[in-house]
Nanobody, 123 residues
Framework: QVQVVESGGGLVQAGGSLRLSCAAS????????IGWYRQAPGKQRELVAA???????KYADSVKGRFTISRDNAKNTVYLQMNSLKPEDTAIYHC?????????????????WGQGTQVTVAS
């Protein structure tokens, strides 16, 4: 069983920044793509950003230019740097250690999910 733990959420004013961390116990972490997802109240979970084992990244249009995903394989950790936060970024942010190809990952594809961390952006 792979343990996935997110941290770094909190309450921030609009325009502020947060850095989320996703730590995984899997020893083969470096071989997996990692996705950051979020779910706002009353909305479906959506993919926010993802990073391949080789460092290729992709972002949802709504966060491009504001969020940056990165990984430190030595620490089995992936980060999501979130700048210029908006109230509409308020959600629970989840990390998933993907078990499918980076090119195919989505909310529906299998993987190991963390419990999530709450991000609240006040206007």
């Amino acid at each position: 069983q792979v343990q996935v733990v997110e941290s770094g959420g909190g309450l921030v004013q609009a325009g502020g920044s947060l850095r989320l961390s996703c730590a995984a116990s899997r020893s083969t972490f470096s071989r997996n793509a990692i996705g950051w997802y979020r779910q706002a109240p009353g909305k479906q979970r959506e993919l926010v950003a993802a990073i391949s084992s080789g460092g290729i990244t992709k972002y949802a249009d709504s966060v491009k230019g504001r969020f940056t995903i990165s990984r430190d394989n030595a620490k089995n950790t992936v980060y999501l740097q979130m700048n210029s936060l908006k109230p509409e970024d308020t959600a629970i942010y989840h990390c998933k250690v993907e078990t499918t190809s980076y090119w195919e990952i989505s909310v529906q594809t299998p993987g190991y999910w963390g419990q999530g961390t709450q991000v609240t952006v006040a206007s």
